[in-house]
């Protein structure tokens, strides 16, 4: 019989592969990025509503309309962000997100990390560095956008110890479909202020937005709420690091964006990190 940390880990690691794909539909997408996550959001609505009928009455508890905002302002700085920077320092910072969740832990809560966890997670990180490949660059130039995607990790490190907190209480649907309220209507107005092109033109444009949020929001997202409810939040976010590994792996198939070398050691090194962050997460 499947244990809830075998079955919350298997969840998470198919959250954070179905993550993958979001910068491959938001390529594909005919709207502005800002308006693409509104669409990712507003989308998944009406499913996750289907899906949390059974729990209604449950109440969504503050902590849902505030993971719905860290979720919000995750979206509009990293797609702002990604205007004044370079795609893979975008993608680099806003996954630093397991540092901040750490730290959360730490400062707000006082679980310390033990220093085979901390190093687990520096090998993740280092990987998913080596999987961006020669992509990476310095320049003054970019340091507000760097700035911004960073600003991203933070609030995405936020959303996901919101969500691990509210887990227990709060069934994964009932969560999903109040913080995906909240954070739609908060990013619809970002994406009308930046004067994005808001309505797809043909019905491909429609379907790319509909495959969007049922893969990464209803089944990404989804899982990854639920998973949070049986392991460590702080092991949970360095499995999100297989997003750009999936990213990557999926560009390759559709773009013929082959990795190299170095990005193919990265791969692996990510996953080493995420094995030894699971064996930390134990000890």
């Avoid at 832990?105 to 998913?128: E, K, S, T, Y």
């Avoid at 994406?191 to 808001?198: C, D, F, Q, R």
Wanted: aromatic fraction near 8%; glycine fraction near 12%.
């Amino acid at each position: 019989m499947i244990r809830p940390s075998q079955a919350g880990l298997l969840a998470l690691i198919l959250g954070a592969a179905a993550l993958g794909f979001a910068p491959i539909f938001v390529r594909l997408s005919e709207v502005g990025p800002v308006s693409t996550a509104f669409y990712r959001l507003a989308l998944s609505l009406p499913v996750f509503a289907v899906l949390a009928w059974p729990h209604r009455g449950t109440p969504a508890g503050r902590a849902s309309a505030l993971a719905g905002a860290f979720f919000a302002a995750d979206l509009s700085v990293w797609h702002a962000g990604i205007l004044l920077t370079s795609v893979a320092n975008a993608t680099l910072f806003t996954n630093l997100a397991p540092v901040f969740v750490t730290l959360g832990l730490w400062l707000i809560w006082g679980q310390r990390p033990n220093r085979r966890f901390v190093m687990a997670l520096g090998l993740a990180l280092a990987g998913a560095i080596m999987l961006m490949g020669g992509s990476l660059t310095v320049s003054p130039d970019r340091l507000a956008g760097d700035g911004l995607s960073l600003l991203s990790g933070a609030f995405y490190g936020a959303y996901i110890l919101t969500v691990g907190r509210a887990r227990p209480a709060v069934p994964a649907t009932v969560l999903m479909l109040w913080s995906g309220t909240v954070a739609a209507i908060l990013v619809l107005p970002v994406a009308l202020a930046l004067g994005e092109t808001v309505l797809p033109h043909t019905m491909q444009g429609w379907a790319v937005l509909v495959g969007l949020a049922l893969v990464t929001q209803v089944a990404g997202q989804g899982l990854i709420a639920w998973g949070l409810a049986h392991l460590p939040s702080s092991f949970g976010a360095v499995v999100l690091l297989l997003q750009p590994l999936v990213a990557a792996l999926v560009a390759w198939v559709l773009f013929g964006e082959a990795l190299g070398p170095l990005e193919s050691a990265g791969a692996g090194v990510v996953l080493l990190g995420m094995y030894c962050a699971r064996k930390a997460s134990r000890a």
